[in-house]
């Protein structure tokens, strides 16, 4: 039974590239910010500016932000797939009677969907950036979603 479940999630996981990598070296991806220089799925983004106002002066910023480009489009989906998939194959493992990891898949789990509804907050808050209402909260709005 657990040979049949280790060749299944394989199969499943393999066209994934959120599935495919190693639990940890997910998470660790998912926890990540996005800077400039970072070549990432997930860091996808058209930089409008490399430099932001504070307080009327312009200071350099590492941090990415912008609108969203077609891989960061994909990858979003590919991370609600991986959510799925892991979900399923974490309840399929927990019930297999075999000792098997359940807390790090499921962080794994979380960290798809919570990076999930960084990054559609985080579009809004581009969408919606010149509203005075985001800006009266928030005048440096590059830090405003940090998504990892």
Known sequence: SSGINAEYGGLISFVNPFTRKSTSG????????CEWEDN??????SFTEKYITNNGTA?????AWGAPNARLKTAIWELVMAAVVKSVITVFTFGLKVPAGLFIPSLAVGGCIGRVMGELVQYITYLNRDSSFLQ?????????????
């Open 26 to 33: 997910l998470i660790k991806e998912l926890f990540a910010v």
């Open 40 to 45: 990432s799925d997930l860091c996808d983004y």
């Open 59 to 63: 200071q350099a910023s590492n941090i």
């Open 136 to 148: 009266s909260i928030c005048p440096d709005m590059s830090v405003c979603t940090l998504t990892g």
